[in-house]
């Protein structure tokens, strides 16, 4: 995973889109069902959470704020790959409670 250029380093949503759905996939072609995830979205998930088939993780009604989603996968044989791919998440504030901009709106 050295060389990581064809994934978004970051993305950014609005308060609104605070529901949202990741995937993520393993070059491993061999016996693909056997592949093995572990991700975890830092400040919601405590652990990692394992997946055995599954692609993808669910969030719902996420807090603005700043996170860090981690995952990291195994080749059939069920050995992880050391390195984990990182994707930053920011979620906005709706703007009327962004700084003193919801005190000029009162």
């Known amino acids: 995973m050295k060389n990581q250029s064809y994934l978004p380093k970051e993305i950014n949503l609005s308060y609104n889109q605070n529901f949202f759905t990741i995937e993520f996939a393993s070059l491993d072609f061999t016996a693909p069902e056997r592949n093995i995830f572990e991700y ?21 009604d996420i807090n603005n704020g700043k996170y860090k989603f981690k995952v990291r996968g195994s080749n059939s ?13 920011i979620i906005f504030p709706p703007f009327w409670k962004h700084g003193g901009l919801g005190c000029l709106l009162y």
Do not use: C, M, Q
């Open 40 to 60: 975890k979205l830092e400040g919601v998930d405590k652990d990692w959470i394992k997946t055995h088939g599954r692609r993808f993780a669910n969030y719902t």
């Open 77 to 89: 044989s069920g050995i992880f790959n050391p390195e984990e791919a990182v994707l930053r998440i």
